[in-house]
């Protein structure tokens, strides 16, 4: 090894261990800030959330409604109970990683990898049964009498074919990805 390659080697060993380290408090800083990392605020801090899937989500019956009742960021995408939370924070360093190296930081890139961010998403929600939808949304509370005949057929018979809310609501909260196929 030169000289030249030995500087070289060494230098990516520095900026290695200091990225490595400021993802690491970031990541600490981020499982561990408890309600601060689980507010709307926390989640559209970035400006690739804010100006993207945000905008979009401002649109939806989650953002407004007749009845006032808001679903934000962290209630879809951030679990409640302790475990599957931090496991979803420590998934999310992954998120920082991108932010920091700019992955995302236009809404080009964003659009780029929107299909890629959308599958984990819905496979995640698949996994879990639409865990944070059920938060909310609960079959056995739906009076299916007051659905339109789509909505009432599909959910008496989704759920009795293993179906999912995510199987049939993709794109009810943020846009299709346009690759989507």
């Avoid at 905008?55 to 995408?77: I, M």
């Avoid at 496979?123 to 056995?140: I, Q, V």
Wanted: proline content about 4%; some cysteine.
């Amino acid at each position: 090894m030169t000289p030249f390659e030995h500087k070289i080697g060494i230098s990516w060993l520095i900026l290695t261990a200091v990225m490595g380290t400021a993802l690491g408090g970031c990541s600490l800083k981020a499982v561990f800030t408890g309600k601060k990392a689980d507010a709307e605020a926390y989640c559209i801090s970035c400006h690739e959330l804010r100006d993207t899937v945000y905008q979009e989500y401002l649109g939806t019956s989650h953002a407004y409604n007749r009845s006032g009742v808001r679903a934000t960021c962290p209630d879809c995408h951030i679990p409640r109970a302790l475990f599957p939370k931090l496991a979803r924070k420590v998934q999310a360093t992954g998120e920082l990683y991108h932010h920091v190296m700019g992955t995302i930081g236009t809404p080009e890139k964003f659009e780029a990898r929107r299909l890629l961010l959308a599958r984990r998403v819905w496979k995640t929600m698949k996994e879990t049964d639409s865990r944070e939808c059920r938060g909310c949304h609960d079959y056995a509370s739906m009076d299916h009498a007051k659905q339109e005949k789509i909505s009432r057929k599909k959910h008496t018979s989704g759920p009795k074919a293993g179906k999912t809310c995510i199987d049939c609501h993709k794109g009810i909260a943020h846009k299709l990805p346009r690759d989507m196929k």
